[in-house]
């Protein structure tokens, strides 16, 4: 089955990706600074801003907003991960692979899908903003966002847009919608 993703030049697009079976590969922070370094080299060949990122122990959540003229994410994201897996798998043992990865070629590092939705308005990428920096508390890991080192939470409370507390007393109010993609 071929997915109809929704495509906008220029627009800044929310992603959850997903370890293979929900590995925990991120739980080590070299991991997380391979996807950092994934990231930059991909940056750097094919330009989009990271507005904003979580990287939990088996998943991440991210905005990206592309250039003008430009909604290859596709791409980009396909260039994530595979850089991402051929960093790590020189320094870890490949994850067993099912049938059909092996028929493919594929590794079993990544998901094969992820989540993309497109933000609408400042509404919205409030509302996926909230919940990136959040999550984290949501699952478990930390007490309040400013407590998750894998995340831009910093960057967003320097930016003024945060008190450094928030989230770390109450829940945040978060549409039904965001992160439900």
Do not use: C
């Amino acid at each position: 089955m071929r997915y109809r993703r929704f495509r906008i030049e220029g627009a800044s697009y929310f992603f959850t990706l997903v370890t293979e079976g929900r590995r925990p590969i991120f739980s080590d922070p070299a991991a997380v600074a391979l996807l950092w370094h994934a990231e930059a080299h991909v940056r750097s060949r094919h330009p989009f801003e990271i507005e904003a990122e979580v990287i939990l122990p088996e998943h991440m959540h991210m905005i990206w907003q592309l250039p003008e003229g430009d909604a290859a994410f596709e791409r980009r994201l396909r260039l994530v991960k595979s850089t991402f897996t051929r960093l790590y798998l020189k320094e870890h043992p490949a994850p067993p692979r099912s049938v059909s990865r092996e028929s493919k070629g594929e590794q079993a590092v990544w998901q094969r899908r992820y989540w993309e939705h497109v933000i609408r308005d400042d509404d919205d990428f409030g509302a996926h903003l909230d919940y990136i920096h959040y999550n984290p508390v949501a699952h478990g890991l930390a007490k309040a966002p400013r407590d998750w080192p894998f995340s831009t939470f910093g960057t967003w409370v320097e930016r003024g847009v945060y008190m450094p507390e928030w989230g770390s007393d109450a829940r945040p109010k978060l549409p039904p919608s965001a992160g439900k993609e």
